[in-house]
Every structure is written in structure tokens, then in C-alpha cells.
């Protein structure tokens, strides 16, 4: 981190000047360009190895001759029950996937929670059952917990940390810099539900349809995809920051580019709806139970197959590919004809969806 | 759970009464009475499986023929910084101790950040520094993480959770259900340190000699003592409410009596001086740098020699024994030639001690 300089504050040298913010901002959870910033200048130099490097949302390690798949997230969305689910089955499922995502099979989960004092016990109870029962589901196990209380305004009702440990069995090697040139980019169903679903109930927006989270757990969409082909490059959740974020961390793990076309990405007409009411672009808003694949071409109408014959790939689509021109570079071609750079987001554009 | 009732809340059954608190308490967080209570009535039922069961602070697992060892906490101590260490070092340490408590080496570690928006960046860059400076002196890698932000008044600061990830290589079988009459109980060292020098901090106590923090890796400890015997049966941290609620957790997983003797249990002229200003029993506070092994007595002098040999158990003594009467309870054996109950805590003694 050589080109960084001091930042001169009283009593300890922070490495970077974090785009000058003194202070945290919301940004810096956004998943955009502060969060990666703070990745690459805070936690990198401090805790560098070359798992951490790799920047993939799960780590895969190696255990006494095993493949062990790692992955941790705080959960802190808020309300923590919205329509189609509740801040415990997020946890679990977006643990599960996080998993899933290195090819894994998912095996235990440790839950960590912080409670704020006052929090209705009820609210916790149900938290909790949804969360035994999520788990269930993907005959997981919660094996391993810890709870804190914090004063009254020190928290938000409860936050949720949900670490996941996974078995690597099959020959892969699945990771956010081994796209290549002439990959086809898969997307595993219609973009930006859970974030309207959570946005919907914060600004009390009504439609005809309900918008729903699509909260839902992948390893067996990627066990059916990997059983189609071991050759799939990349996976990755478009959590937080959407598939615009997710298909720029690839390209610059990869060191490649990506071009979309806008009108092969399915999002549903309620979220397109509610997305123009609040001025927000569904390509970052979060997902939390679909997937972006990177395939190569001869592998691509196989995944594909398999992924529509799955319920939760059943929209499943090619909606690009990765090229060898403009690295770490994502474009998008227009509904209308035009073509645009898709760049990270820089601020908040939904904070705490997740 | 039949023997619970509804309490009756709209919405939602809660499966116990919880005290009959309708909402969670400072003391749910204490890890005493009310600790214990939330883990049996809402955690259990819900997660119910083998390991959770066993209530160890961390669970062994089978994976792929081999022994993992898998642990979590969420640190929200406050002040973030205090003599002695700060809530990074706390986390890292606090992590590798589960994980030593198991017979594990440690390996990787993933850590989850829940920023308050407004946090000091260069309180970050200090704590995130300080965590990776404490996981290289235990040479464990910190492999994967998380970064959330809340917004201001909805955190405090920073809450770190860590989840350590280990391997049992010794044919060891620790845990809290191992200890037999007759076994010797081995505290490792001088009581309440932790606990007093964060109190201390809190209230602006001042003392000739300032109270340090304990917190220190036990895991080279613990490796010195399973290399004099491996039929060590249970090792415990006593962190949250200290010696006393360990020594409970033991007997009542143990289904056994548990003796001690108050003179034979080292604490710091100073720890004890802040605990009679603050009325605090030492027993009841805090460790960080502490374990309390119980050893069958045919071990238990050659176990002693060797924590006596390392710089974390110098102090090392046993401090009483197993018994078969009055299971699930402990005795003391006062100083003054009195004999009490060592009960579990109901409420909250010392919040957000970790």
C-alpha cells in the first residue's frame, strides 16, 4: 500500500485516506465503491493472505487433505420481517448460498446474535423458529451459537451473524477471477426483488401484486448445474449492490469484460414499477435467491438446461458474455439501442437490505 | 418443550415464558441465569441438534473423516479500547480460546464488522490492525469476512463477530459432560482481571497499579497440557461470569457436584480492591486470559507442571474437586471457614464486558 499516505489523525496513522472520509458512512455497506475501497484499505493490509485476496464471497481452504468452503455475514436489514421472509431466513439462506456459491455442500451453520435490550421476546422466537426452520429446508445444522444484549439505542432490535462451514467434494475450481474471454454470463431468474420487497414496506408503497423477497436457498440449483458441467468458472449471489456490482467484481477479479443486454434481463413489472417510482436502476438493487453464472460457451445450453428444469432457474437466462476488450469493464446494451458503461455504485443506494 | 406454556403474545407463540419477560434484558446478554434460560427455551428448540446440545462454547464436527472444531462470538465490549487490549484483540484471542477449548489447533478465522455510520475511520484502522497483529502472534489466518453499516444510534460504534475454524488432530474427547468425581479442577490463573480493567475504565477508578486486561491465545497453554496427558476432560474459558457460571456450566453438563476453596483461588490485590469498591464478587468477573481445566487426579500434578511452565499459567493452581454429591452445584469453601453456594447470576452484573 505504498502509494497510500497517513491520513494524519491524532493518535494512530489510519493507511488511507478512504476517499477522505474521516468518519464510517452508510456508503461504506453499500457493497459499491466504498465498501470495496475499505476492503482493499483497511481490511487487505491489515489481514492480508492469499484466501482474503482472492475477494470471493467464501473462502476454501485447505483441511487436513479436504476442501473446507468458509463464509461469514452480518445481517442487519431492516424491518426484519418483510413480505416473503424475515431477517432469520436471510441469514440462513444467504449463508447457504454463500457456500453453494464455491460449489460446496453446505454442512453447519454458527449463528451469532446481538440483541437490543427491549426487543419483544416474541419477535425473537419467531426470528429463531424461521431460522431452525430455513435450516431444516437445506438440512443444514446450526451446531454452534453465541448471543449479546446491547442497551436500549444501541442497536436495532437484533442483527444476526451467520458463519457457514461447507465440504468442497467435487473437482472444481469455482472463483470470481476465472472468467474468461467467450464465457457466457447466466442469470438465474428476474433481478432486484428483495430489495423492492424491503423497500416497499419501509416507504409504504402499495401495488397489486406484493412485492416478495426471493429469498431462497441455491445449493441445489448448483448441485443441478454441476452436475451438467464441472467447468463452470464463476458463481456469485448479486446480494447487496445487485448484478451491476457482482458482474464488476468479476471483471476486475478476472481481469476481463463483460457486455450485457438489457433486454434479456428478466425483472418482474411490479419491481420495474417501483423502481421508477423511487429513481432506482434494478440492476443494483439486491437479490437474495438468484445467481449470476460465468460458463464457457460449449458448457453454457447444458447449465442452462439443467437451471431451467430447477424451480428457482426456471427464468433462467444468457444475458452476456465476457470478452477480451475494455477489462474490468461492465456495458450494457441499451433496451433502446444505446450502450453504457454499468459502474459501481459510489454512495448508498439502499442501505441495510440485507 | 411440553412442559412450557404459550405466553400468550398476539401474533406469535412465544414456546416459554422467559422469566415471564415479554422483552429481552441487559441480563439475557450476562451469561448467567437468564442466559441459560434463553439458550434452553428459544435456541435449543428451535436449532435442536447433537452438538448444539452438548452447550460447549464450540462444536466439534465430522467432516470428511476428520475432527473440526467450529466456534462464534459477537464482541460489543465497550469501550472499544481499554488497558490491556481493545475489542479486536479481545475478538481474536476470545475466538482462538474457544477453539483451543476443544483439543483444536486453531487455522482460520472469519470476521463480520457492524459499523456505526460516524465510527472514527482510524478507530477502524486500529482495531483492524490490532486483529491482524493478534491472529499472526497465534499464526491463524483471518480468511473471509463481512462489513455492514448501520446508521448512527442504531449501533455503538463497532460489534465484531468472529467464527474461528480448527482441527482436532489428538484423540481427545473435551467437553462439558467429561467430568467424573474425583477429577481436580485447575484455574490457570489470577480472576477478574478482564472484567476489572474494563470496569475500571467505565467508572474512572484510578489505582496505583492499573488493572490490565488478561486477554492472551491459551491455544500454545493448552498444547503444552494435552502434551503431558490427553485424558484432560474439560477445559472452559471463563469469560462472561467468570469462574463461578463455568464452573456451574461444568457440573450441571456433567450431572456432578463441584468443591472449591476461596484461598486457594489467585486474584490481584487490585482486582480485589476495584470489586469491594464496586461490590462485585471476582468470582462472578470476567476472564480473557483464563481457562479452568478439570483433569482426573492420576494427570492432574503433571498437567499443572506443565501450565506452571508457560507464561499464561505460572499461577496455575488446583482450586478444588468433583464431587458426586449435591450434583449441579457448586460449594465454596470460604476464607474464613465458611461454606456457601456458588449459584449461576441471575441478572446482568457487568453488560457488554465482551
Redesign the interface.
Known amino acids: 500500500m505504498k502509494e497510500q499516505t497517513a491520513?494524519g489523525?491524532p493518535?494512530?496513522?489510519?493507511?488511507v485516506p478512504?476517499s477522505d472520509?474521516?468518519?464510517?458512512?452508510?456508503?461504506?455497506?453499500?457493497g459499491g465503491k466504498l465498501?470495496a475501497e475499505?476492503?482493499r484499505a483497511?481490511?487487505l493490509p491489515?489481514?492480508g493472505?492469499e484466501?482474503?485476496a482472492r475477494l470471493?464471497?467464501?473462502?476454501v481452504?485447505p483441511?487436513?487433505?479436504?476442501r473446507?468452503a468458509?463464509?461469514?455475514?452480518?445481517?442487519?436489514v431492516t424491518p426484519i420481517f418483510f413480505t416473503g421472509g424475515d431477517i432469520g431466513r436471510l441469514a440462513i439462506n444467504g449463508t447457504v448460498n454463500d457456500l453453494a456459491m464455491s460449489g460446496a455442500r453446505p454442512?453447519?451453520i454458527?449463528?451469532?446474535?446481538?440483541?437490543?435490550?427491549?426487543?419483544?421476546?416474541?419477535?425473537?422466537?419467531?426470528v429463531?423458529?424461521s431460522?431452525?426452520a430455513a435450516?431444516k429446508k437445506c438440512d443444514i445444522?446450526?451446531?454452534?451459537?453465541?448471543?449479546?444484549?446491547?442497551?436500549r439505542?444501541?442497536?436495532?432490535k437484533l442483527?444476526i451473524?451467520t458463519?457457514g462451514?461447507g465440504?468442497v467434494?467435487r473437482p472444481v475450481t469455482i472463483s470470481a477471477n476465472q472468467a474468461r474471454p467467450g464465457d457466457q454470463v447466466i442469470l438465474s431468474g428476474t433481478i432486484g426483488d428483495h430489495g423492492m420487497a424491503i423497500m416497499s414496506h419501509r416507504e409504504h408503497l402499495q401495488f397489486e401484486n406484493e412485492i416478495e423477497s426471493d429469498t431462497a436457498p441455491l445449493h441445489m440449483l448448483v448441485a443441478a448445474m454441476l452436475e451438467a458441467s464441472h467447468e463452470i468458472h464463476c458463481l456469485r449471489d448479486p446480494t447487496r449492490g445487485g448484478v451491476a456490482t457482482t458482474l464488476n467484481e468479476l471483471a476486475a477479479s478476472s481481469n476481463v469484460g463483460i457486455e450485457i443486454d438489457e433486454n434479456k434481463i428478466p425483472v418482474r413489472d411490479a419491481v420495474r414499477g417501483a423502481c421508477e417510482i423511487l429513481g432506482l436502476d434494478p440492476l443494483y438493487v439486491a437479490n437474495e435467491g438468484k445467481l449470476v453464472a460465468i460458463v464457457p460457451l460449449n458448457a453454457a445450453e447444458s447449465v442452462l438446461s439443467a437451471m431451467r428444469a430447477h424451480a428457482l432457474g426456471r427464468e433462467a437466462a444468457i444475458i452476456g458474455e465476457v470478452v477480451a476488450d475494455h477489462p474490468r469493464m461492465v456495458l450494457l446494451n441499451t433496451a433502446i439501442g444505446g450502450r453504457r458503461i454499468v459502474d459501481l455504485f459510489f454512495g448508498?443506494q439502499l442501505?441495510?437490505i440485507c
Open positions: 491520513d489523525l493518535g494512530f496513522n489510519c493507511p478512504l472520509a474521516k468518519h464510517i458512512l452508510l456508503g461504506h455497506g453499500s465498501t475499505l476492503i483497511v481490511f491489515a489481514f493472505n484466501y482474503l470471493d464471497d467464501e473462502a481452504l483441511v487436513s487433505g479436504t473446507i468458509f463464509t461469514t455475514d452480518s445481517f442487519v454442512l453447519y454458527a449463528a451469532a446474535f446481538i440483541l437490543e435490550e427491549g426487543l419483544a421476546t416474541a419477535d425473537l422466537c419467531r429463531v423458529e431460522m431452525g435450516a445444522q446450526i451446531v454452534t451459537g453465541d448471543t449479546k444484549v446491547v442497551n439505542g444501541k442497536g436495532d442483527f451473524t458463519t462451514l465440504l467434494e448508498e442501505p441495510r
